[in-house]
């Protein structure tokens, strides 16, 4: 009976060990639990700032980029404007100097009639050694 008596004892001491270390396990899981819980929740925080700070970004990227599409637009039309400015002003210009032009020609050529008019003998003259000198000066070549 004493054999028996000290199996008990020893069941029970063994079971007592067990449960101490079911306990020990238990309360390690339950802090491991925890820690991983924390962690994943700093994880996920961590992740959400950065996620955060990528769209702020994003977003800063893209009002920057409107802002200088606007600002190039506006350049040019502004552009486009002077351009239209400057060639009106050529075109203008171009209409004086063709006027201006055909003004001289009428007068040269006003001026030759009435030479003739006034010289005919020596404007034909000059008409004859004209022509015979560019005659001379072509017809070697």
Excluded: C, Y
């Excluded at 000290?6 to 820690?35: C, H, L, M, P, Y």
């Excluded at 032009?101 to 004209?130: H, K, N, W, Y």
């Amino acid at each position: 009976m004493a054999n028996q008596h000290e199996n008990t004892d020893s069941v029970i001491g063994n079971a007592r060990d067990v449960a101490q270390t079911t306990s020990r396990i238990e309360a390690g899981a339950e802090r491991f639990k925890q820690g991983t819980h924390e962690t994943v929740q700093s994880a996920k925080e961590k992740f959400n700032a950065a996620a955060d700070r990528v769209d702020q970004g994003v977003q800063n990227a893209t009002d920057a980029s409107a802002r200088a599409a606007l600002r190039a637009a506006e350049k040019a039309a502004e552009l486009r404007e002077r351009g239209r400015e400057k060639l009106e002003d050529v075109r203008e210009r171009s209409r004086e100097l063709a006027e201006d032009a055909r003004e001289r020609a009428e007068d040269a050529f006003d001026a030759m009639r009435d030479f003739v008019r006034e010289r005919p003998v020596q404007s034909l003259a000059i008409a004859l050694g004209t022509g015979w000198l560019l005659g001379r000066l072509l017809g070697r070549r």
